[in-house]
Structures are given as C-alpha cells and as structure tokens.
C-alpha cells in the first residue's frame, strides 16, 4: 500500500510500540495526528470489527488521514477514502458539538467532494468519540441521520483507489458571482469556506454602526455580503444592498430582486429618504460612493436610524 494510505488495523497495530508508531506516522505523513483522533479511529476500527469485519477485508484499506485541500480558502477532511463509484469522508469529534455546525462542514465537503466528478457518489459521515454516535449527511435534505456501523460497513466500497483526487480539483469554480452567476446564488450552488464564514461571522455579530470587509480581488467578497444579506433578512430584518458600479443588464438587477427577501439596486438609484428605512444597508464596492453618498449614509448611521452600515 502506497505511503499514505493508511490500513487501519495495521494503524491500530502500530501502536503499541511508541516508537514504530512514531515511524509509522511519519512514514504516512501523519505527523500532526492529535490523540482524540487517534483515539477516534481506533474506535471505528473496533466497532468496524465487531460487525464481523477481518483483518484481511479492503474494506479496512485505502484510507487518508488529515487531508488538508488548499484553494480558495483551506479545508481540512479527517478521514477519506476513494473508490470507483463512491467517496467516503469521515469526520471526527471528540465531543457533541451542535448540529448546525457538522451540517456546515458536511455542506462544504459534500459541495468539494462532488466537483471531483458527477458520477461518482459521495457519501459523508461524522463520528462522535464521546457518545459514540454515527451520522449520516443526508444532501438532500441537508440534515444529519443517526446509522448504526452495521449500515456504515454495507455502505463502504471492496474497491479503493491509492490517488488524492483532491490533488488535481480545479477550484476556479468556487467562488462565484451573484451577479454574473445569479442562479447558482439563489440555488445554493455555492459554499462559503472557512475563512469566509469567519468573515461572515464578524459582519453579522458584530454590535459596531459601522463594519468593513477588506479582501483581494477574487476571495469572494461580493459572495460574501450577499450570504450576510440573504441570513438577515431571513431573519426578519429589512436589508438593502446596494452595488456601487452601475448595472448596465437590468435583468441580473430584477432577477436578485425577485428571488431574494432583501432589496437590491445600483449606486445609480441611491435615494437616502429611501435607504433611511432600511435595518441594515449593505455597500459593495464602497470605495465608489462619492464623498456626498458618504456623508449622507454616515448621517443617518450615526444618528441610529439605521442599524448597521
């Protein structure tokens, strides 16, 4: 077996030798294993085997450990497992977290996972270490479903493939536009990795007037304020986001409009009696706001009238 490639009852084996183990690790370039996830693993191997599965089984055979995907962003996978028909990810933790969080990690790795190839299934999965509890990501229904390892066994191919397709991913596809690529916005064919969820986070928490977001060219910034504006207004709150940068097809401006909850225009229709009965006013390509546009919306966050700028 390739190096790498990890054979978990020989993982297991190797440790009871502290020093082999160590060789082993470095050999499969596990270095940076932590205890929980060892301790982890171990105990899918054990709950593996007492489904009746061998020491000689494939199905035991072809596993990466701690695979980190650097594109647009970074996103760590704890356990995978390619075959012909199926990809298998596993996710480890130490203990019960919420579910909206393993649901946002789930999305992100079955939307990474998938663009490896559209005939090939994937199949996700999250282990709790201390309940010892199995959950299934259901895509369809983008909810967590409790399985018993027996059903995990049935599920894991005979056949492994010794290749991190993950290696070779193009990635130019994940950051999208609303506005060139409204559709794939409003249809959720998108993620928001973990850099720009952190981004995200601090938009919508903070308890500032006034919120910046500062990026290079191409991190998904406009992707960015368009998930905060969907999320707000979801929440009942009345949001405007406003493009500085005039939209010359008035179709992308009325089809945002007609499927989003907030309120979408162009710099060209700015009207601050208009934008004053807003919650929230959200600015893409400030930098374009005339001195005047600022001053005004400046006035109108700093007496209260609205909430956040």
């Given at each position: 077996m390739k190096s790498g490639f990890i054979n978990l009852l020989a993982f297991h084996s190797s440790q009871s030798d502290m020093g082999i183990f160590q060789d082993y690790k470095k050999i499969n370039q596990i270095d940076n294993i932590d205890?929980?996830?060892?301790?982890?693993?171990?105990?899918i191997y054990f709950k593996l085997k007492e489904h009746g599965l061998q020491g000689w089984d494939s199905r035991l055979s072809g596993?990466?450990?701690?695979?980190?995907?650097?594109?647009?962003?970074?996103?760590e996978f704890d356990m995978l497992r390619f075959s012909e028909q199926k990809i298998i990810n596993i996710e480890l933790k130490?203990?019960?977290?919420?579910?909206?969080?393993?649901?946002?990690?789930?999305?992100?790795?079955?939307?990474?996972?998938?663009?490896?190839?559209?005939?090939?299934?994937v199949s996700l999965y999250t282990f709790i270490l201390?309940?010892?509890?199995?959950?299934?990501?259901?895509?369809?229904q983008e909810n967590l479903v409790e399985i018993s390892f027996e059903q995990l066994l049935e599920e894991i191919p005979d056949d492994f493939i010794e290749y991190n397709y993950l290696d070779n991913l193009d990635d130019t596809s994940f950051i999208i536009s609303p506005y060139s690529e409204p559709d794939r916005f409003f249809n959720s064919q998108y993620f928001l990795n973990t850099e720009q969820e952190k981004a995200k986070k601090m938009i919508i928490e903070s308890s500032k007037s006034y919120v910046g977001l500062k990026g290079a060219a191409g991190t998904g910034k406009s992707l960015i304020l368009f998930d905060v504006a969907?999320?707000?207004?979801?929440?009942?709150?009345?949001?405007?986001?406003?493009?500085?940068?005039?939209?010359?097809?008035?179709?992308?401006?009325?089809?945002?409009?007609?499927?989003?909850?907030?309120?979408?225009?162009?710099?060209?229709?700015?009207?601050i009696e208009q934008i004053a009965t807003y919650d929230i006013v959200i600015i893409d390509e400030s930098q374009r706001l005339k001195i005047a546009q600022w001053n005004k919306l400046a006035e109108i966050t700093n007496a209260g009238i609205i909430n956040k700028l």
């Open positions: 205890n929980t996830e060892i301790e982890a693993i171990n105990k596993y990466l450990l701690g695979v980190l995907y650097k594109g647009v962003g970074s996103e130490s203990t019960n977290v919420p579910n909206e969080n393993i649901l946002r990690q789930l999305k992100r790795h079955s939307f990474l996972l998938s663009s490896i190839s559209s005939t090939v299934d201390e309940t010892e509890e199995l959950f299934k990501y259901d895509k369809n969907k999320e707000l207004s979801n929440c009942g709150l009345r949001v405007l986001l406003i493009f500085c940068s005039g939209l010359y097809d008035t179709d992308t401006e009325q089809t945002i409009n007609k499927n989003c909850l907030f309120d979408f225009i162009d710099i060209r229709k700015f009207n």
